[in-house]
């Protein structure tokens, strides 16, 4: 399904947040086609924006259209159709293809990577996965995190059977017993959990963290990038207000988005999905970008999705991923 909202400003309205250091006034609109995933750890900021005008007070006009995977996304703004998106882990491995340039960090995905089991097949923990199938969506934040678990848990990949198939699907095919773990992302949990009540929650990305933490966040094609760096510079700062009201105030926040973009998700579900990502204020992420932590955690994921993909020679997350639009927007 496609999502459009439009939303427009005028030019000329007062910058606001104590946080932000940006020019007092926004001096031209941007239209910015803007694709994502309708999930709390990718869309939370967005819609916060959107609704609060943080945005529009900076002069842009986004056009959001709503995808199913990060795959999706990528294919959408390789192919000319979007200028940006944002989206989870995949967001480390087509830009070190060199397709798309990585500006822009949301969160950490903590917890939202989850590995779900049945005990009725037997499985009780990550030794009797050996030899059995495990659903899930390769190429996402959920493979990332099993092929993790699965080595810290002394598990070689090579000695499951992954059943590469659309979250949904995977899902389904859990539940009808038909494999008997899922690798899956918030909010699937909790269908496993209301329609399989035996089914145990063997383990979920926080047991990694940080060590190994998977990121998800923003990436523009790369001709767009190139020429745009103000409206790019624009979004960052509508972001960064948005962000930083999400961590302050978030039961308000929570609310709004429940009631205006997760009806049919219990407020205490989507707290749920929230407590299972990690966010950090806009300067507090400065330190982040400053000191390579960004970058580093980036590396870790497309190590593993070149690896996994076979690919020898790859673009670095320090080529990739550019912090100095982040660091001088937000000085």
Not at 25 to 54: C, E, F, P
Not at 70 to 81: K, M, N, P, T, V
Not at 196 to 223: C, E, F, H, T
């Amino acid at each position: 399904m496609d999502r459009r909202q439009f939303l427009t400003t005028a030019a000329g309205a007062v910058i606001g947040g104590a946080t932000l250091t940006a020019p007092a006034i926004a001096q031209s609109k941007a239209r910015i086609r803007a694709g994502y995933l309708h999930t709390l750890a990718v869309d939370g900021q967005i819609w916060t924006g959107m609704d609060r005008g943080s945005f529009a007070k900076h002069g842009l006009e986004l056009e959001l259209r709503q995808f199913n995977t990060g795959l999706e996304l990528f294919q959408a703004l390789i192919g000319g159709s979007l200028d940006v998106l944002a989206t989870g882990a995949v967001v480390s491995n087509f830009p070190a293809r060199g397709q798309g340039k990585v500006f822009l960090i949301n969160d950490i995905e903590v917890a939202t990577a989850q590995l779900w089991v049945r005990s009725d097949q037997g499985i009780a923990s990550f030794a009797d996965l050996k030899g059995k199938r495990i659903a899930t969506t390769t190429g996402t934040t959920a493979h990332v995190f099993l092929d993790k678990a699965l080595r810290a848990n002394k598990v070689d990949p090579k000695e499951v059977e992954l059943v590469n198939q659309t979250m949904p699907a995977a899902v389904t095919a859990f539940i009808s017993g038909a494999v008997p773990a899922v690798a899956l992302w918030v909010p699937f949990n909790i269908t496993v959990r209301d329609k399989v009540p035996g089914a145990v929650k063997l383990a979920d990305a926080s047991a990694y963290y940080p060590q190994a933490a998977i990121m998800g966040g923003w990436a523009a094609r790369n001709d767009y990038y190139d020429a745009n760096k103000p409206a790019l510079a624009n979004l960052i700062r509508g972001w960064a207000e948005a962000n930083d009201y999400m961590i302050v105030h978030s039961e308000e926040a929570l609310d709004a988005l429940q009631k205006g973009h997760y009806p049919q998700t219990p407020l205490s579900d989507l707290k749920e999905q929230f407590a299972a990502q990690k966010m950090f204020t806009a300067q507090e992420w400065k330190a982040k970008y400053s000191d390579g932590t960004v970058t580093a955690w980036l590396q870790q994921s497309t190590d593993f999705f070149m690896a996994n993909a076979g690919v020898k020679e790859f673009t670095p997350a320090s080529s990739y991923f550019d912090s100095s639009l982040y660091l001088t927007t937000l000085a």
